[in-house]
């Protein structure tokens, strides 16, 4: 099993920036692509962004230019650095991984962390 652990949400104004991570831990060998996700009450969980195990990444339309993800695979470590951040980037956020290669199936969570941007 892999244990995922988010840290460094909080409250920022918009144009802040802030710096999530996640620590992998547990059964970590051949854990793959890694990902954030975020949701906001009575709305369905939304990807955000993702890192492969060679460090290719994708983003969502709405984040790209503002929030670059990044990983260390001697840490075991996963980060999404959030500049520029806007109201509607407010939302509960959450790590994932997997070792699968199923395309939007996401094996391991961590429990979220809570960023807010105000106007």
């Known amino acids: 099993q892999v244990q995922l652990v988010e840290s460094g949400g909080g409250l920022v104004q918009a144009g802040g920036s802030l710096r999530l991570s996640c620590v992998a831990s547990?059964?970590?060998?051949?854990?793959?692509?890694m990902g954030w996700f975020r949701q906001n009450p009575g709305k369905e969980r939304e990807f955000v962004a993702e890192?492969?195990?060679?460090?290719?990444?994708y983003y969502i339309n709405a984040v790209r230019g503002r929030f670059i993800i990044s990983r260390d695979n001697s840490k075991n470590t996963l980060t999404l650095q959030m500049n520029s951040l806007k109201p509607e980037d407010t939302a509960v956020y959450y790590c994932?991984?997997?070792?699968?290669?199923?395309?939007?199936?996401?094996?391991?969570w961590g429990q979220g962390t809570q960023v807010s941007v105000s106007s």
């Open positions: 547990g059964r970590t060998e051949g854990l793959g692509t």
């Open positions: 994932a991984g997997k070792r699968t290669l199923i395309p939007g199936y996401w094996e391991y």
């Open positions: 890192i492969t195990d060679d460090g290719s990444t």
